[in-house]
Nanobody, 119 residues
Framework: QVQLVESGGGLMQPGGSLRLSCAASGFIFSFYSLGWYRHAPGKERELLAL???????NYAESVKGRFTISRDNAKNTVYLQMNSLKTEDTAVYYC?????????????WGQGTQVTVSS
């Protein structure tokens, strides 16, 4: 069955860096667009970065220049490198998989990993 397993979250001071990983199984990884989302208390879920199956990459304005999405199709893993972290980056971070080159979220979600940015 399809599984997405995020890891790499934790507590970091403002200005620090974290790298999230999402290991996927149960589908042909290279055929899917992979996205990183976050959900903070009291806010709507936000799409942060998208790596489409056709090679296209999109970023939300809130993270552009600070976050970098990458994927390793041989390892079935998508990453989110987060630099210059801010307190407002505190949220649960999720990866998502959708078939084909799409900007729409698919039906496959990971369980999420908590990122807390605090001094």
């Amino acid at each position: 069955q399809v599984q997405l397993v995020e890891s790499g979250g934790g507590l970091m001071q403002p200005g620090g860096s974290l790298r999230l990983s999402c290991a996927a199984s149960g589908f042909i990884f290279s055929f899917y667009s992979l996205g990183w989302y976050r959900h903070a208390p009291g806010k709507e879920r936000e799409l942060l970065a998208l790596s489409m199956s056709n090679g296209g990459i999109n970023y939300a304005e809130s993270v552009k220049g600070r976050f970098t999405i990458s994927r390793d199709n041989a390892k079935n893993t998508v990453y989110l490198q987060m630099n210059s972290l801010k307190t407002e980056d505190t949220a649960v971070y999720y990866c998502n998989a959708a078939p084909g080159p799409t900007v729409e979220a698919g039906r496959y979600w990971g369980q999420g990993t908590q990122v807390t940015v605090s001094s």
